[in-house]
């Protein structure tokens, strides 16, 4: 692990800047850890940046949070969904848009885990379903910061991913000697995230190992492997990853009826991909 803990250091090192975000989201990293904050001042912070205040309502209007009505604002976003998911939705504003056109796969991807997720957790009756679809939104961040700061690096990740026939995670892991989900955990505490989502970011391929937010590991785990066997976007690769009995055990999947819950997961796939679609609003 310390081997992996000082690669990851030279890699920061070699990574000239993280991926830049705009202003307003630094300073909103910082005003939600206030206890003095209201909804009103962060919506007004939002706001304030017009393209992510429209990236952000048309994100919280999407599918996979549920509402049967339409968010109109980004205070009553944020009442209904608490500063935490508000965080990790504005970072995935800014953060996708940062990808170029050959990553709109795995935008995709990351968008039908979040559904997945949030289908998973409200079947199962897990708290706070909102979050775990925002940490399955983000489980892949770390590929976005290779395919932005070392694209040299990403570029032979692929060229090993299709001449070797192996995972985009084993590639990672010959070139880099680190994997996107230990690069993802890096990046998201370098933002500040919360480890209610950091934690799924790091464990999402290795669910057994988590000690913490075991729950929310194993469905991001598992949303992430049925994505992928659905063909939804592009994960790097077209393999479909083995899912863990012990991660699929644990939080009690063999007591949902799978014929009604995939039907309903399919239903809400579709709805994404009319969501995704549409000509973005604002």
Same mark, same amino acid.
Request: glycine share 12%.
């Given at each position: 692990m310390s081997n992996k803990v000082q690669h990851l250091k030279v890699l920061a090192r070699k990574i000239q800047s993280l991926p830049t975000l705009p202003k307003v989201v630094e300073k909103l990293m910082t005003?939600?850890?206030?206890?003095?904050?209201?909804?009103?001042?962060?919506?007004?912070?939002?706001?304030?940046?017009?393209?992510?205040?429209?990236?952000?309502?048309?994100?919280?209007?999407?599918?996979f949070y549920g509402f049967p009505g339409r968010i109109s604002s980004i205070s009553h976003a944020i009442i209904l969904l608490g500063f935490n998911v508000i965080k990790g939705v504005v970072l995935s504003a800014s953060v996708f848009d940062l990808m170029e056109?050959?990553?709109?796969?795995?935008?995709? !991807?990351?968008?039908?885990?979040?559904?997945?997720?949030?289908?998973?957790?409200?079947?199962?009756?897990?708290?706070?379903? &909102? &979050?775990?679809?925002?940490a399955a939104l983000l !489980?892949?961040?770390?590929?976005?910061?290779v395919r932005v700061s070392l694209s040299a690096d990403y570029d032979r990740i692929v060229g090993v991913v299709n001449a070797r026939q192996i995972s985009?995670? &084993?590639?990672?892991?010959?070139?880099? &000697?680190?994997? !996107?989900?230990?690069?993802?955990?890096?990046?998201?505490?370098e933002w500040n995230l919360p480890e209610k989502l950091s934690v799924p970011i790091a464990g999402h391929h290795d669910p057994e190992g988590a000690v913490q937010f075991k729950d929310r590991v194993a469905v991001v785990h598992i949303a992430d492997a049925i994505?992928?066997?659905?063909?939804?976007?592009?994960?790097?690769?077209?393999?479909?990853g083995q899912i863990s009995r012990k991660a699929w055990e644990s939080i009690g999947m063999d007591s949902l009826d799978l014929k009604v819950l995939m039907k309903r997961i399919m239903e809400n796939l579709e709805e994404v991909e009319m969501y995704q679609q549409a000509p973005a609003g604002g």
């Open positions: 005003m939600v850890e206030s206890p003095d904050v209201s909804p009103k001042d962060v919506g007004k912070l939002i706001s304030s940046d017009q393209v992510l205040g429209a990236r952000v309502l048309r994100l919280v209007n999407s599918p056109r050959s990553m709109i796969g795995l935008w995709e !991807h990351s968008l039908g885990s979040a559904i997945v997720s949030g289908t998973i957790s409200k079947s199962l009756g897990l708290g706070e379903p &909102e &979050e775990i679809s925002t !489980h892949d961040i770390g590929k976005v910061l985009f995670r &084993e590639a990672e892991l010959e070139v880099l &000697e680190v994997d !996107h989900a230990e690069i993802g955990q890096w990046l998201s505490r994505v992928r066997a659905c063909g939804v976007g592009n994960g790097g690769d077209p393999w479909v």
